[in-house]
Each structure stands twice: as C-alpha cells, then as structure tokens.
C-alpha cells in the first residue's frame, strides 16, 4: 500500500497472516491528511488528491531486491537516469546519461560500487518516459510540471 501525494508513505506487506489491520488502516488516515505541498513547498504535490494505492508486491524470483531505476524529465524529455540498488539491504544510488555513462555524483546515498550493466529495456522505459505527459491520466491532468520522474523496477 502506498500514497500518491507524497514520498516514503508506504507500507510493505509479505504474508497477510502478520497483518496488523488496525496498525495499517491508522497509518493510512495519518498519510491522508498529510499534504507535502505545505509541508515542504513541493510543488508536484499541490494539486493532487491524496489516494491510497493497494498493488501486488513485486519480488524478485532471485531473492534479490528489485532494481530502481528513476527517468529525470525535464519538459517532456528524458535527460538522465538514477538507478536504487539494494533499497532494503545496502542502499546505494548511481546515475547516468542516456548513453549510460555514469555521472561523477551522488544523491543522498553513495554510489554503488559493482558494475551497473544497462538495462536491455532501457530504451523502452525512455520511450515511455516520453510519452507519459500526454496519457491524459485523470489524476493527474491538471498539472503541467516542468519536471517528471518515472520510476521503472526491475
């Protein structure tokens, strides 16, 4: 479960026989009356209605963590991409360019220091990356933001 009005609101669940329900559904009216917007002067979460998305949890048959990998858009076009390694183990964070060069800095973790093969699909998710302003997602139709970040997992 997680919001879409804001970051770091979401709540991982892997067996429902260790569910607390009324822990969750507590937390849940907490995040629903939180506004980043005022909080922290985001503008991307202005205007948008506070929602709780309920999704399947994606793990990895490996047993590795699932990969981050975060499209920077600015004016509708893809311009690098931060890539989460080990989010719930050894949080690490790279980014590169489009031509998947690494650049020379960090973001709030350090680097991941093995050897970041490209994504096959890479191209795809710049694709998309591309055409998501233009989705008419009702949600979010009436924001014109300047800047996007899709994230894609893999």
């Known amino acids: 479960m997680k919001a879409n009005h804001g970051s770091g609101m979401n709540a991982i669940i892997h067996r429902k026989s260790e569910l607390d329900v009324e822990r969750l559904i507590d937390k849940a009216n907490s995040w629903l009356t939180r506004n980043y917007y005022t ?20 793990v990895p048959t490996d ?11 600015f004016d509708g076009e893809p311009r690098f991409v931060q890539v989460d390694f080990d989010r ?7 980014s590169f360019t489009l031509d998947w060069e690494r650049l020379p800095f960090t973001l709030l973790y350090p680097g ?9 699909l890479l191209d795809q998710m710049i694709r998309a990356a591309r055409r998501l302003p233009c989705l008419g997602l009702p949600l979010y139709a009436s924001l014109s933001l300047p800047m996007r970040r899709p994230d894609f997992l893999w």
């Open 39 to 58: 909080e922290g002067r985001e503008y991307q979460y202005r205007d948008i209605p506070p929602r709780l998305l309920i999704e399947p949890l994606l």
């Open 112 to 120: 991941y220091p093995g050897e970041a093969a490209q994504l096959p």
């Open 63 to 73: 047993g590795n963590d699932l990969v981050d990998y975060k499209l920077f858009c």
């Open 88 to 94: 719930h183990t050894a949080h690490s964070r790279n």
